[in-house]
């Protein structure tokens, strides 16, 4: 309708300028619902990572398992990024540093004591 209004009112340059304040305006909002619908998905990738590391993960206490599946549950993402803080880096970070010490290797014996035995 606003084309139609500004192709009859007889001036083609009001016309054009009206048609790109409307594709302006409204190309902002589809990237703005773009750019929003991309982060919700995100955020339901972790949420699934989340809960999939959780129901995977050996906890000492059988309560910790089921109190951390019912917060990442019920507060969705942001459940997810407690338990990444909380539960999955520090644990991370305590499987590098023991993969990282390493045991005293034995001194190898030399050829001819192989040899000769």
């Given at each position: 309708?606003?084309?139609?209004?500004?192709?009859?009112?007889?001036?083609?340059?009001?016309?054009?300028?009206?048609?790109?304040?409307?594709?302006?305006?409204?190309?902002?909002?589809?990237?703005?619902?773009?750019?929003?619908?991309?982060?919700?998905?995100?955020?339901?990738i972790?949420?699934?990572?989340?809960?999939?590391?959780?129901?995977?993960?050996?906890?000492?206490?059988?309560?910790?398992?089921?109190?951390?599946i019912?917060?990442?549950?019920?507060?969705?993402?942001?459940?997810?990024?407690?338990?990444?803080?909380?539960?999955?880096?520090?644990?991370?970070?305590?499987?590098?540093?023991?993969?990282?010490?390493?045991?005293?290797?034995?001194?190898?014996?030399?050829?001819?004591?192989?040899?000769?035995?």
């Open positions: 309708m606003v084309f139609q209004l500004a192709t009859t009112s007889g001036s083609s340059a009001a016309g054009a300028g009206i048609a790109a304040l409307f594709a302006g305006v409204y190309g902002g909002i589809l990237l703005f619902y773009c750019v929003i619908g991309i982060f919700a998905l995100l955020g339901f972790g949420w699934i990572l989340a809960l999939v590391d959780c129901l995977k993960r050996e906890f000492p206490v059988h309560n910790d398992k089921v109190m951390w019912l917060v990442i549950a019920l507060t969705g993402w942001i459940g997810a990024i407690i338990y990444y803080f909380v539960v999955y880096r520090p644990a991370k970070k305590a499987e590098k540093l023991s993969n990282t010490i390493q045991t005293p290797v034995e001194k190898p014996t030399s050829v001819k004591s192989v040899q000769k035995k």
